[in-house]
């Protein structure tokens, strides 16, 4: 059993920054690719980036390409996402997701089911 638990999230004007951290319990953390999520009111989950076990393989959602980094510590147990030039249409609640089988690519994937989820962080980005 892996929980996760999301913090960092805010209040911030468009083109500012922040840094979400996921914190992982238990001592399997690097065996688990890990991901972040958004829902925004009225609209589907969609993906926004993921990390392989090792932090060698990334993927990022072509919307957040070039503004957000993905990065994990499997010493701390802890996945990131530093966002940097937010944009009003960044936000949502920032969820994030472990998946034990799955690569970036699937884990991402519309549908695919991953193993543990995260409770969530709002951000909001004011124009």
């Known amino acids: 059993q892996v929980q996760l638990v999301e913090s960092g999230g805010g209040l911030v004007q468009a083109g500012g920054s922040l840094r979400l951290s996921c914190a992982a319990s238990?001592?399997?953390?690097?065996?688990?690719?890990m991901g972040w999520f958004r829902q925004a009111p009225g609209k589907e989950r969609e993906s926004v980036a993921a990390i392989s076990k090792s932090g060698t393989s990334t993927y990022y959602a072509d919307s957040v390409k070039g503004r957000f980094t993905i990065s994990r510590d499997n010493a701390k147990n802890t996945v990131y996402l530093q966002m940097n030039s937010l944009k009003p249409e960044d936000t949502a609640v920032y969820y994030c997701?472990?998946?034990?089988?799955?690569?970036?690519?699937?884990?991402?994937?519309?549908?695919?089911?991953?193993?543990?989820w995260g409770q969530g962080t709002q951000v909001t980005v004011s124009s």
């Open positions: 997701a472990a998946d034990y089988r799955g690569s970036v690519a699937t884990m991402t994937r519309t549908g695919y089911d991953n193993d543990y």
């Open positions: 238990g001592r399997t953390f690097s065996m688990y690719t």
